[in-house]
């Protein structure tokens, strides 16, 4: 081991404070006793997001058509929290909207009409109607037996019978004259002759001469139409009758109702639709009533019945009830389905028929929100058949449509109602992500006209002691909210440094809360299992993190497993020839764990470049194949400014059979590669991961703490020697969250970490041999790893140059 190698070492080796985020549990002390008084008073739930409140406030208080919110973020960031306290915070400030009912279009009645009450003004009008109802059941048909209306409709009957009578005496006396008696049967009027005064029966008039019969048939021919003369007016009579009967039904009748309407009119007096309304009624009830209360059919309906009839035709439809003290609603529609939005028409069955009315329609998410905010989830809405542009349609027209969304499908002759549109006043925000948000802003220009307002939250948090200090509480407040054990200041501790590996940042803490509440509430488990007394402490935490490691880790140890049985060759000791541990993260569901990968690659005189197996078989994707591609660049860059670079290789992630993305492997490759053109071994206890640009330069990685912590594992499993360790960028050293297991190693110095920013630091970690430095005659040293790169890669140009001469 060289003297450069070591004090390179020294230089980049991460020092053990690096390794984790500066943390103390004595920050959590001051919120250990009032967690929920100190949230209460702040009356905010969340932390951070201080853009998007901003843009809420903003978006909230605009009351012109069109800047309705988006709220873009990922779940679990306290986007619906955030919100709906915004929300409640506006609505209880702004009055209560109207109610809105349908009432029964006595004309038409498949367009159900609209009425608007005031806050509070719905039930009333329902109780009021409901005893004006009762009213009409115990009215009718009693109101017909008072002895003034019999006396009035008797004397209609006597007027009737007395010229009745007059005209069939008139009859009487004429065929008496000529011994014929006129007789009633079965409400049919007839003649028969007398003899001796007494009328013949059938058998005996059979038994009169021919010319006896003969002279009767010629008289009865003259006496019907003497009968036929005197009732010319009988249907007159009888329609007069029948009118004056109506007429003193009708009047009877609405004498009668008079005095509830009246009534009903005085306690609604201040409103004019409700006026307008019982105008309406007061035009139709009676004939209402005469229907279906004053029947005279045997198969009369029972009084439950005639309540339904009667119900079916004056009790308005109250949508939603509206409480004044309540202010404006906040809606959150969790499944934004057709009809749940915008309300349906149901059907029901009466009397053994289906059957549908104004009756029976079915508020929407729309309605219970009119006036106030509506909360939808973005995905949710766009998933459902016809319900975004229907969306758009109401938030452009400010109305809303009840309708069969699929009528034009339906049959022609079936029955539907088309409910007359009510006004909408509704802020609409949307939650989702930035997928969705601009998509849609690319593809559909409606989205953009109608909501104009981007509350864009927060996927970290800062660092800072008031936003600590406010995680803790927010952690306190969940176990107190359901009934955890006191949660130690070390508790908290570990469950806010989970929350910083979460976000992979030493300086900055996730925002998604829920991850952290999870752990929290596995960790109350362990809490149980362990006897339930006592404490929530961080040893808790630790558990419940070992727990879920094992439930979730079944792919991962079977991983580690095939390499420690040489299943999939890795090597943690010794020095190897083109070949480098490159690491790599496996996310698979819940699992999501780092795992060392061998990069292989070899080199040969020709002109074909640096071909990626990986994409050659469709097994890299695409910023794969760019990471490899760069190698190429660099090798120009680097060594082919005196001549041209003339170089065949292959490289190749071995025993990967699966898809590979990301250039995160790219500078392990061109370490693999460079080994292969110098012969120069590398050395396999250190692992290697990091993307690199064409001039050699480090770049950052993602998932560097479980790439280092897979290794480890690896190396432990194995046996820890001391010279194993990880190289990474210098610019990770600010995510490194490692858990305590690598902390510790790192502490006895059996395991390291060293930062690199150039390719140069790296190959020479791994290799033991200086890099080398250009000179100011363009030459490396001879023993260097460029010199020797250098070399090599001049010979293949010799080697082709001289093939083609």
């Given at each position: 081991m060289t003297k450069t190698f070591t004090s390179l070492a020294d230089q980049t080796r991460i020092g053990v404070d690096d390794l984790t985020s500066p943390l103390s549990a004595s920050l959590f002390s001051d919120n250990q006793k009032s967690a929920s008084t100190a949230l209460d008073a702040d009356s905010q739930g969340f932390v951070g997001h201080e853009?998007?409140?901003?843009?809420?406030?903003?978006?909230?208080?605009?009351?012109?058509?069109?800047?309705?919110?988006?709220?873009?973020?990922?779940?679990?960031?306290?986007?619906?929290?955030?919100?709906?306290?915004?929300?409640?915070?506006?609505?209880?400030?702004?009055?209560?909207?109207?109610?809105?009912?349908?009432?029964?279009?006595?004309?038409?009645?498949?367009?159900?009409?609209?009425?608007?009450?005031?806050?509070?003004?719905?039930?009333?009008?329902?109780?009021?109607?409901?005893?004006?109802?009762?009213?009409l059941l115990s009215l009718f048909p009693d109101v017909f037996d008072n002895p003034g209306y019999q006396r009035q409709k008797s004397a209609i009957d006597r007027e009737f019978n007395k010229k009745y009578?007059?005209?069939?005496?008139?009859?009487?006396?004429?065929?008496?004259?000529?011994?014929?008696?006129?007789?009633?049967?079965?409400?049919?009027?007839?003649?028969?002759?007398?003899?001796?005064?007494?009328?013949?029966?059938?058998?005996?008039?059979?038994n009169l001469k021919e010319t006896e019969r003969?002279?009767?048939?010629?008289?009865?021919?003259?006496?019907?139409?003497?009968?036929?003369?005197?009732?010319?007016?009988?249907?007159?009579?009888?329609?007069?009758?029948f009118e004056q009967l109506r007429k003193l039904k009708n009047d009877t009748a609405e004498k009668a109702i008079k005095p509830y309407l009246t009534e009903l009119e005085k306690s609604f007096s201040n409103n004019q639709d409700v006026l307008k309304y019982l105008e309406t009624v007061k035009n139709h009830v009676v004939d209402v009533v005469l229907e279906i209360l004053v029947s005279e059919s045997d198969d009369a309906p029972t009084d439950k019945e005639l309540r339904k009839l009667m119900v079916e035709r004056f009790l308005p439809n109250l949508l939603v009830p509206r409480d004044e003290s309540q202010g404006a609603p906040v809606i959150y529609e969790q499944n934004p389905s057709y009809q749940n939005l915008f309300g349906h028409v149901d059907f029901a069955s009466?009397?053994?028929?289906?059957?549908?009315?104004?009756?029976?329609?079915?508020?929407?998410?729309?309605?219970?929100?009119?006036?106030?905010?509506?909360?939808?989830?973005?995905?949710?809405?766009?998933?459902?058949?016809?319900?975004?542009?229907?969306?758009?349609?109401?938030?452009?027209?400010?109305?809303?449509?009840?309708?069969?969304p699929h009528s034009e499908y339906s049959q022609p002759n079936g029955y539907s109602l088309q409910p007359e549109k009510i006004p909408l006043q509704v802020k609409v925000v949307l939650l989702g992500d930035a997928e969705i948000y601009y998509t849609l802003q690319d593809y559909d220009q409606e989205f953009t006209e109608l909501f104009r307002v981007l509350a864009d939250f927060d996927r970290h948090l800062d660092k800072t002691d008031s936003n600590l200090i406010a995680f803790g509480r927010l952690i306190r407040r969940r176990a107190e909210q359901y009934n955890y054990p006191e949660v130690s200041n070390e508790a908290v501790l570990e469950l806010v440094r989970y929350a910083l590996r979460r976000g992979e940042h030493k300086y900055k803490i996730s925002a998604n809360i829920?991850?952290?509440?999870?752990?929290?509430?596995?960790?109350?488990?362990?809490?149980?299992?362990?006897?339930?007394?006592?404490?929530?402490?961080?040893?808790?935490?630790?558990?419940?993190?070992?727990?879920?490691?094992?439930?979730?880790?079944?792919?991962?140890?079977?991983?580690?497993?095939?390499?420690?049985?040489?299943?999939?060759?890795?090597?943690?000791?010794?020095?190897?020839?083109?070949?480098?541990?490159?690491?790599?993260?496996?996310?698979?569901?819940?699992?999501?764990?780092?795992?060392?990968?061998?990069?292989?690659?070899?080199?040969y005189a020709g002109s074909e470049g640096v071909t990626d197996i990986e994409g050659e078989v469709d097994l890299g994707k695409s910023i794969h194949s760019k990471g490899v591609l760069l190698l190429t660049g660099y090798l120009g860059h680097?060594?082919?400014?005196?001549?041209?670079?003339?170089?065949?290789?292959?490289?190749?992630?071995?025993?990967?059979?699966?898809?590979?993305?990301?250039?995160?492997?790219?500078?392990?490759?061109?370490?693999?590669?460079?080994?292969?053109?110098?012969?120069?071994?590398?050395?396999?206890?250190?692992?290697?991961?990091?993307?690199?640009?064409?001039?050699?330069?480090?770049?950052?990685?993602?998932?560097?703490?479980?790439?280092?912590?897979?290794?480890?594992?690896l190396c432990q499993d194995k046996g820890l020697t001391g010279n194993q360790g990880v190289i990474i960028p210098q610019t990770n050293v600010i995510n490194l969250m490692l858990n305590d297991e690598v902390i510790a190693a790192v502490t006895r110095g059996e395991f390291s970490i060293y930062a690199v920013e150039t390719i140069d630091q790296a190959l020479e970690l791994l290799m033991k041999v200086d890099a080398g430095v250009i000179s100011r005659t363009g030459r490396y040293p001879r023993k260097s790893i460029h010199g020797l790169a250098l070399d090599k890669l001049k010979n293949f140009a010799d080697l082709l140059n001289g093939a083609e001469e």
């Open positions: 853009r998007a409140k901003e843009a809420l406030a903003f978006g909230l208080s605009m009351s012109t058509i069109g800047f309705n919110v988006f709220a873009m973020g990922e779940h679990g960031t306290g986007r619906q929290t955030l919100i709906k306290q915004m929300l409640t915070s506006l609505a209880t400030e702004k009055k209560a909207p109207d109610e809105w009912c349908y009432i029964n279009n006595f004309d038409e009645s498949h367009i159900p009409l609209t009425l608007s009450l005031k806050p509070g003004e719905g039930k009333q009008l329902l109780v009021s109607m409901n005893k004006f109802i009762d009213g009578d007059q005209a069939i005496g008139i009859v009487e006396d004429a065929a008496l004259k000529d011994n014929v008696v006129l007789y009633e049967e079965n409400g049919e009027l007839g003649f028969s002759p007398l003899v001796d005064g007494k009328p013949l029966s059938d058998k005996e008039f059979a003969t002279k009767f048939y010629q008289l009865l021919s003259v006496l019907e139409n003497v009968l036929s003369e005197q009732l010319l007016e009988l249907p007159l009579w009888k329609r007069l009758s009466f009397q053994g028929s289906s059957y549908t009315s104004y009756r029976l329609i079915r508020p929407g998410a729309l309605h219970k929100a009119n006036g106030g905010y509506l909360l939808l989830d973005a995905d949710k809405v766009l998933s459902q058949p016809m319900v975004w542009s229907r969306l758009k349609l109401a938030l452009k027209t400010q109305q809303i449509t009840i309708e069969n829920v991850q952290v509440n999870d752990l929290l509430d596995e960790a109350n488990y362990c809490w149980q299992q362990q006897g339930a007394t006592g404490n929530l402490t961080a040893q808790h935490i630790a558990l419940a993190q070992a727990a879920k490691k094992r439930r979730i880790g079944r792919i991962s140890e079977t991983w580690l497993s095939e390499i420690k049985e040489r299943q999939v060759l890795i090597n943690t000791e010794g020095e190897c020839l083109a070949k480098v541990n490159g690491l790599t993260v496996l996310e698979i569901g819940d699992s999501v764990f780092g795992t060392p990968a061998r990069i292989t690659a070899t080199v680097k060594y082919g400014q005196n001549f041209p670079v003339n170089i065949s290789a292959n490289i190749a992630i071995e025993q990967s059979y699966g898809h590979i993305d990301g250039d995160s492997a790219s500078m392990a490759e061109l370490c693999a590669l460079i080994s292969a053109i110098t012969l120069l071994p590398i050395d396999q206890s250190l692992a290697i991961t990091g993307s690199i640009n064409q001039h050699g330069e480090v770049q950052s990685i993602g998932g560097v703490n479980e790439k280092i912590e897979g290794f480890f594992q």
